[in-house]
């Protein structure tokens, strides 16, 4: 019995430490200072322990050390969900006033960062589910507390 218990922990054990270090957020590339990556691009988000990198298929866009980052931002774009009522209200149309009325948002994170001579800024878009975990981390790694910039935010 015990023979079997350490063989199946010899082998849970390293397959889980192979699972965390693959840690990474999907993000939305919005616009900023890096090079040949249009707004909208879909990269990966990996928050190392002394440096961020932004990945898109399997090769880093760009690197940026966690002591070079000058400010974290973060803001909500919020709109009415207009295009979808009207899809919806053309089959059933209570529903599509309902839907209406209800509200998205969407969450941004920016970064600015300056290293020597190399100066760059940039704007993700983070899922809603990931979006506190991607702030915690900026803000853990880099000692530098997330600031609100109102200029993101849009009321309808």
Not at 7 to 35: H, M, N, Q, R
Request: hydrophobic letters at 45%.
């Amino acid at each position: 019995m015990k023979r079997l218990l350490a063989i199946a922990l010899s082998i849970i054990v390293p397959a889980t430490l192979f699972a965390a270090e693959d840690t990474s957020y999907k993000v939305a590339y919005d616009g900023g200072s890096v090079p040949d990556i249009k707004a909208g691009v879909g990269l990966k988000l990996y928050i190392d322990s002394n440096q961020i990198r932004l990945v898109r298929n399997k090769m880093a866009v760009v690197t940026i050390p966690a002591s070079s980052v000058t400010e974290i931002s973060y803001g909500q774009d919020v709109h009415r969900r207009v295009g979808a009522a009207i899809g919806i209200g053309l089959v059933t149309l209570g529903v599509g006033a309902l839907m209406a009325l209800t509200k998205s948002k969407k969450h941004f994170v920016g970064l600015t960062w300056a290293n020597g001579d190399q100066k760059g800024g940039l704007a993700m878009q983070c899922d809603k589910s990931d979006y506190r975990g991607v702030l915690a981390g900026l803000e853990g790694i880099t000692g530098k507390k997330a600031v609100n910039s109102e200029a993101m935010t849009v009321k309808n």
